[in-house]
């Protein structure tokens, strides 16, 4: 009589899967026994399962929760108290130099002279739609600059994103929308030279 090798379950308590080398089905092939004789659970930690002691249960007595740090469940265990800014009367959590968000603990936005505070990408909800030009940007050759606005071109219709432009040197600065490079595309003459960005 011979044992059809497709009849033969995985090693694990439940598993109804056919398996394959070691015993194993393909699900568990690369779970570990338990290291206990005759338990048939994968392990969970040291080599054994929950049921035989692979997740510490609570040192208190009479607590059943499983154990988190220094061998204690949350509810026995040491208490995090969070940092509050150190600003009087705030009760916000800190964060950067010990003070919450609303009094300077946060990062500043990365465009030139904004104070607003950084969101994402190291910029604020204002700039974080935006393209960010410079003067150094456009720098270089005239064939340099034609493939950068170029691409800036399309990259803005595609995207239909605002363009945030900044003039270092005088300290100006312009927020235009995709309406308004559109407007001022329609009104600025081709004498002009301009950047035809939208």
């Known amino acids: ?12 308590n439940g598993c109804t899967h056919t398996a394959v080398s070691g015993g194993k089905c393909d699900l568990h092939k690369f779970r570990t026994k338990c290291s206990v004789d005759a338990c048939r659970n994968q392990t969970y930690a040291r080599n054994l399962c929950i049921k035989h ?5 609570c040192q208190v007595d009479g607590c059943d929760a499983n154990a988190r740090g220094q061998g204690f469940c949350c509810k026995h265990g040491p208490k995090v108290t969070k940092k509050l800014c150190q600003v009087d009367g705030c009760t916000k959590v800190a964060h950067a130099r010990h003070r919450c968000v609303r009094h300077g603990g946060g990062r500043a936005c990365n465009v030139g002279l904004c104070t607003a505070i950084a969101r994402r990408a190291g910029l604020c909800q204002r700039h974080s739609g935006c393209v960010v030009l410079t003067p150094d940007a456009l720098s270089g050759t005239d064939d340099d600059v034609d493939d950068l606005v170029a691409m800036l071109d399309e ?3 595609q995207l239909d994103v605002a363009v945030w432009w900044q003039d ?23 004498d002009v030279p301009s950047f035809n960005l939208y």
């Open 168 to 190: 270092e040197s005088s300290n100006n600065s312009l927020d235009l929308t995709v309406d308004d490079c559109a407007l001022l595309d329609y009104f600025i003459t081709a």
């Open 1 to 12: 009589m011979s044992i059809d090798p497709s009849s033969i379950l995985c090693f694990f």
């Open 155 to 157: 990259s803005l219709k």
């Open 53 to 57: 002691g692979g997740k510490l249960k």
